[in-house]
């Protein structure tokens, strides 16, 4: 079972994405935790690349261009073999944040993207994508005010990053049953009890038709 984690900057993603792999580890389950951009070393590279707040002549096409290269590494190297073996792999952020930042963020044309995310990743698409929701000026301020790495994205003016949530509103309503929206202006427990409830009954559900 693929599992990933979308939403904006700011959203406690990562936050929770870390509790829920802990959870699942200690129940048993074979889990395998990922990100992107990276995941693999090469990746890790091509990150620290996309990252660097010194590279602001990047052209969106090379950025574009750079998240799908990463993004093909790590679905052929580590993601691919790692379903193969009936792991559960679960990604903070896959190719969803590239059609929600370059897309409706940059304002890139969709179609093409669509059509690179598709060459990147063979058309693996995940079983179920959690997408935390928070306002772009609140996501924002927490970024500021919690420190951590300040990436050049961030550094985007405050209406990219409402177009960006508003994209992550379109795509869940263009495949509502792969997306399961939480609310992230919420306390951490909260929303990690909602997060393991709905994996639990994702995980009962695959079970469930396996045994069939
Ligand atoms: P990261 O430091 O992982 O932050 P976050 O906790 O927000 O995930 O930075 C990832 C950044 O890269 C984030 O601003 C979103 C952006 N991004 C894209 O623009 N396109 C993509 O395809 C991916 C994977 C990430």
Redesign the pocket.
Known sequence: MFITFE?????G??TQFHLLVTWLHKKGYPVIST????GTDIGEQI?DV??NPQNTAMDART??LL??A??AQHVAQHIRPALAQGKIVVS???????????GY?RQLDLETLRQITTFATGGLVPDLTLYLDISAQKGLSR?RLGG??W????AEALEFHQR?RAGYHELVKQEPDRWVIVDAARPIEGIQAEIRATVGEKLEQIKKTRDL
């Not at 990100?35 to 990276?38: D, L, N």
């Open positions: 939403g904006p900057d700011g959203s993603k990562t990100r992107e951009p990276g990150r996309l990252h950025e574009i998240y799908s990463s993004r903070d952020r896959y190719a969803d944040s590239t059609l929600a930042y370059q963020g970024r951590g790495e990436n050049r994205l961030d960006v």
